[in-house]
Every structure is written in structure tokens, then in C-alpha cells.
T-cell receptor, first 113, second 111 residues
Framework: KAGVTQTPRYLIKTRGQQVTLSCSPI?????VSWYQQTPGQGLQFLFE???????NKGNFPGRFSGRQFSNSRSEMNVSTLELGDSALYLC????????????FGEGSRLTVL | QKEVEQDPGPLSVPEGAIVSLNCTYS??????FMWYRQYSRKGPELLMY????GNKEDGRFTAQVDKSSKYISLFIRDSQPSDSATYLC???????????FGKGTRLHILP
């Protein structure tokens, strides 16, 4: 069974640009969560989608958005990039919502210059 | 006070030693407690998953939850160099999609 796939793995952007990250969950998993990981703040919850609906959102500005498609694949978008957005963005899928049994991808490492 | 506190380490121990990793938390509503392991340049992987208080054992790993003290632990017996990684505690409430992670403890097992 294929794991969670995130693309791209690495990317470099400049301030003010926008970026779209993609996540393909494990087959059969309907819940997709996104996390931002930085050395200073650790893993911080961005949002969670279940059956194309955003179920929960973390404490991030509106520049961070996401969506989920009918095949459970998900994308997140960050607009007007700031230096502080440099981080590892992790996607996790699970069979159901409200569970701590998350399966993470390897992440997309974003560097903002 | 942060919801979940975890000593960042690094923690260095000799191969074969027993390792104890800990987290404290402030929200008494947390009911699900997890430990994830993250190798360098990889995503976290679930190690242990427990509900409410008590112990759970899986091979060399034992997870312990003390809800009265708001304290959780992960013990690793007969530690191996391959156990060198960052260990993250995580927890959430019943019915809540939002999982709160500790910042992680970096562990080095010295051969």
C-alpha cells in the first residue's frame, strides 16, 4: 500500500509569491490534515479536511488555505509569502476524523528568500 | 502555559540503556495520547497510541499515561543506535480533529 505522497519535496520562493503544495493520502483514507513544522514552534496544526469539508482550522492567518478533492487528494496554498513561512509542511492522512492515528508524508520543505 | 511541554534535549545515552521520554500537559480534557518518531528528513511515524490512563507495551516500547498528574512517558528498553531520532508526544480530546504536538525530544543512542 502506497504511503502519503507530498509534492514538491523542496521549493524555494521569494517574499510576496504564492505557493501550492499537494498531498495524496493513503488509498481509502478520507481525512487529510496539514501541519507546519519549524525548529522554534515544532508541529503546528494548520487545518483538517474530511470528505472535502474543512473540519477544523488552526491559528494561522488567512494567507494559508486549503482544499480537498473528491478523490481525497488535498492541496494547501500560501499567498503573499513571508520569510517566516519557511518551514517543513507535513500532510497526514487517516481513515477517519477525530483520531490521533495519523500517517505522515515526508513533507514539502519551503524556503522563502 | 503551553498546552504540551516536552524537553527538546538532545538526550544522549549509551546503547542498551533504558530511555525515558516525557511530556506534561495542561488540558485535562485530553483523552488520546500518542508518541511519534521522526527520523531526519522524514515525516513522523506513529509509535504508540493510548486512550486515557494506564500502560501500553509494544516490544521494546512502553507508553505510560498518568492523567492525575497530566504526565505521559515513553520508555525504550535495550536502546539501539537505530532508535536515534526525534520523539514527539501528541494528544487530543474526544471528538476533536486538532491534535496538539510537543516540540519533540532529540535522542542519540551512542554505539
Amino acid at each position: 500500500k502506497a504511503g502519503v505522497t507530498q509534492t514538491p519535496r523542496y521549493l524555494i520562493k521569494t517574499r510576496g509569491q504564492q505557493v501550492t503544495l499537494s498531498c495524496s493520502p493513503i488509498s481509502g483514507h478520507r481525512s487529510v490534515s496539514w501541519y507546519q513544522q519549524t525548529p522554534g514552534q515544532g508541529l503546528q496544526f494548520l487545518f483538517e479536511y474530511f470528505s472535502e469539508t474543512q473540519r477544523n482550522k488552526g491559528n494561522f492567518p488567512g494567507r494559508f488555505s486549503g482544499r480537498q478533492f473528491s478523490n481525497s487528494r488535498s492541496e494547501m496554498n500560501v499567498s503573499t509569502l513571508e520569510l517566516g513561512d519557511s518551514a517543513l509542511y507535513l500532510c497526514a492522512s487517516s481513515l477517519a476524523s477525530n483520531t490521533g492515528e495519523l500517517f505522515f508524508g515526508e513533507g514539502s520543505r519551503l524556503t522563502v528568500l | 502555559q503551553k498546552e504540551v511541554e516536552q524537553d527538546p534535549g538532545p538526550l544522549s545515552v549509551p546503547e542498551g540503556a533504558i530511555v525515558s521520554l516525557n511530556c506534561t500537559y495542561s488540558n485535562s480534557a485530553f483523552q488520546y495520547f500518542m508518541w511519534y518518531r521522526q527520523y531526519s528528513r522524514k515525516g513522523p511515524e506513529l509509535l504508540m497510541y493510548t486512550y486515557s490512563s494506564g500502560n501500553k507495551e509494544d516490544g521494546r516500547f512502553t507508553a505510560q499515561v498518568d492523567k492525575s498528574s497530566k504526565y505521559i512517558s515513553l520508555f525504550i528498553r535495550d536502546s539501539q543506535p537505530s532508535d536515534s531520532a526525534t520523539y514527539l508526544c501528541a494528544m487530543n480530546q474526544v471528538g476533536d480533529d486538532k491534535i496538539i504536538f510537543g516540540k519533540g525530544t532529540r535522542l542519540h543512542i551512542l554505539p
